[in-house]
């Protein structure tokens, strides 16, 4: 509003007395994953692969879905909301930030009747081949086989991202050797976080298995949107 007044040399009040005039909305803008076209047809493609499969039931109705995410251990700060009332800007406490602040690389896996799995690499360790399959054969498939020990359903399915650890042809061998199931880089959308029910938080072994199954279930919805987008965004 600001910024319109000023360009127009008026009042920021008559700026926002035509907004309201107008019926319109200040809305913030949103970022989103870059998509270009042949990201798109990717997608496209591999949505409707996805889609089938759940369709057509030719994939275990049981799935366990994963993802990693890098944490920083420097405070987030936004200098837009985060406020303070003092007298003085001194008595504002500044907000530090590192140059290359210590990290940790965490791997979360969630299972759609709702349990979580959160795994924590060791500070400043590479996610190599070798690394990840280390995790694979130690801590992610013994947790998948305990969770689905005595369930009624066929075998389960894994899915995992692109990253080059994981659709290195050493880790799709051991997947396809150990494992019910699972979806091949070939099948499962690259670029797409939008469609991964795994999402992180501080606490996930915490959440209400419910919440987890209702992120789950919302997942097929979102391949549909998709597909009807042609492989854009669809938030």
């Not at 251990?73 to 530090?96: A, C, G, I, M």
């Not at 795994?119 to 590479?126: P, Q």
């Not at 692109?162 to 997947?175: D, H, N, R, V, Y």
Request: hydrophobic content about 40%.
């Amino acid at each position: 509003m600001s910024v319109l007044a000023k360009k127009r040399n008026v009042s920021r009040a008559t700026v926002s007395k035509a907004v309201k005039e107008l019926n319109i909305i200040s809305y913030k803008c949103s970022q989103a994953h870059l998509l270009t076209g042949k990201m798109k047809e990717v997608r496209l493609r591999r949505c409707k692969k996805v889609f089938y499969s759940l369709k057509l039931g030719t994939s275990p109705p049981l799935k366990f879905f994963s993802d990693d995410k890098i944490f920083t251990v420097d405070r987030f700060s936004n200098r837009q909301n985060e406020r303070w009332l003092v007298k003085t800007k001194k008595e504002v406490p500044k907000s530090f930030r590192t140059k290359n602040p210590a990290s940790v690389v965490v791997l979360g896996v969630v299972r759609t009747a709702g349990d979580v799995l959160v795994h924590f690499f060791k500070a400043g360790e590479k996610i190599n081949i070798d690394v990840y399959l280390g995790v694979l054969k130690e801590v992610v498939k013994p947790w998948m086989d305990e969770k689905t020990s005595g369930d009624v359903y066929n075998g389960y399915l894994f899915q995992q991202d692109s990253a080059p650890a994981q659709k290195a042809k050493k880790t799709q061998e051991w997947l396809q050797a150990n494992v019910t199931a699972f979806w091949d880089p070939q099948t499962w959308p690259s670029n797409s976080p939008d469609l991964n029910p795994m999402d992180y938080y501080m606490q996930a072994s915490k959440l209400p298995a419910a919440d987890v199954t209702a992120a789950y279930k919302a997942y097929r919805s979102r391949i549909e949107a998709v597909i009807a987008a042609e492989g854009g965004h669809i938030e």
